[in-house]
């Protein structure tokens, strides 16, 4: 057991590494927070009757939506040590299977994390004000941990199973916008027929809704239990996913 930690700490390091190491993604993941921000607030807001109510209502969709992106750069990396060769330095070494994706999952955490205070702080800078206690804060993070989880399975999946960076840079380009197809951003109500009902079920949408109710210090336990309950599964499934096509490549 021991040994096991001690390789996903030294797997989950070199990630670390590789990320502050490449200023494409320190700028990538410090401007994207501000940009979605700013474009959300000041530009999708400017007609706004009721700015407070607004960025208050916005700001949690943003906060999603910038976990997305943040947990991107998980599918270049994994697919980077697939196609580079050093998948086959790692199998010589006497490694703990898991260790290898396990410190992929940790390193996108920690860029996940990143990225989410930094567009907390600018949301608090432009007017963000949440009624939050401690418990609804608890919660709202844990969701969103929960989702970034989800995100960054899937983006390892896709990473995986594609051929190139192009590839993999075409695979993750759709999956960045979903938040932004969810009813985080628009009213499914206003929206024709088989666009509402994407909208309005698909999974996002009851993530979004539950931590924009919990940063409003509302507990809405439909929209909580719905979001836990599609962040598990999703989990799961990509989690299979992942570790049986990693094996299967690295068998």
């Not at 007609?47 to 991107?72: E, K």
């Not at 009213?187 to 698909?202: E, G, N, S, T, W």
């Not at 539950?210 to 799961?236: E, K, S």
Request: proline letters at 4%; charged letters at 10%.
């Amino acid at each position: 057991m021991n040994k096991a930690i001690n390789d996903i700490i030294v797997m989950s390091g070199r990630c670390l590494r590789m990320t502050f190491r490449n200023a494409e993604t320190i700028v990538g993941n410090t401007i994207t927070p501000l940009m979605f921000v700013f474009l959300f607030i000041y530009v999708f807001g400017s007609g706004a009757t009721d700015m407070q109510a607004f960025i208050n209502a916005q700001v949690p969709s943003v906060f999603i939506a910038v976990l997305c992106t943040s947990a991107a750069y998980s599918a270049f990396s994994i697919n980077g040590d697939m196609k580079s060769g050093i998948i086959d330095r790692f199998r010589s070494m006497p490694l703990f299977g898991a260790s290898v994706l396990a410190g992929h999952v940790i390193a996108s955490i920690v860029r996940c994390s990143m990225g989410i205070v930094i567009a907390i702080a600018v949301a608090f800078a432009v007017g963000f004000r949440p009624q939050a206690g401690a418990t609804e804060w608890i919660l709202a993070i844990g969701i969103m941990l929960l989702a970034s989880l989800v995100m960054i399975w899937l983006f390892i999946f896709i990473g995986l199973i594609a051929d190139s960076a192009e590839g993999t840079s075409s695979y993750t380009m759709p999956i960045q916008f979903l938040p932004f197809l969810s009813g985080g951003f628009a009213d499914p109500a206003q929206l024709v027929l088989p666009l509402r009902m994407f909208f309005a079920h698909q999974p996002f949408t009851p993530i979004i809704e539950a931590v924009r109710g919990l940063t409003m210090g509302v507990i809405n336990q439909n929209d909580i239990i719905l979001a836990v309950i599609w962040c598990i599964v999703l989990i799961l499934i990509f989690y299979v996913l992942s570790v049986r096509i990693y094996r299967r490549k690295t068998g």
